[in-house]
């Protein structure tokens, strides 16, 4: 795992080309290290460092492991292509997108701005 501050902007870009977050456990121990080994409260990841079953709303993932990160006042952007999930899923990235914690967004420059 590769950490890269963005000091400027008080963000932490975490590369990975293997799944780290497995559930919600994973989750937390994640972004609790890269706090601790950075400060910052935003954390950039790519959609491939996260396992594929939070992206389907039926398995209680993502809503568990997104409510640990509002408890700790953590915020998240994950990168990726996400066209493919099912329309109540891309209801659910609209609505996040909207709020203030979570954001789901194409590109690293859509995501610091998000976590701006």
């Keep these: 795992m590769e950490i890269q501050k963005l000091e400027s902007d008080g963000i932490a870009r975490v590369r990975n080309d293997e799944v780290i977050i497995t559930d919600t456990a994973s989750m937390l121990d994640f972004v609790m290290s ?4 950075t400060t910052y409260h935003k954390i950039i990841i790519d959609k491939v460092a996260v396992l594929e079953a939070f992206f389907d ?7 568990d492991a997104f409510q640990k990160l509002v408890t700790y006042q953590l915020k998240m952007a994950i ?3 996400f066209s493919m999930y099912s329309e109540s899923f891309k209801d659910y990235i609209y609505e996040s997108n909207k709020g203030s914690h979570v954001y789901f967004v ?6 610091v701005e998000k976590l701006r």
Excluded: F, N, P, S
């Design 106 to 111: 194409a590109t690293e420059e859509e995501a």
């Design 79 to 81: 990168i990726g292509d």
């Design 57 to 63: 709303l039926k398995t209680g993932l993502l809503g």
């Design 34 to 37: 890269v706090q601790y080994e």
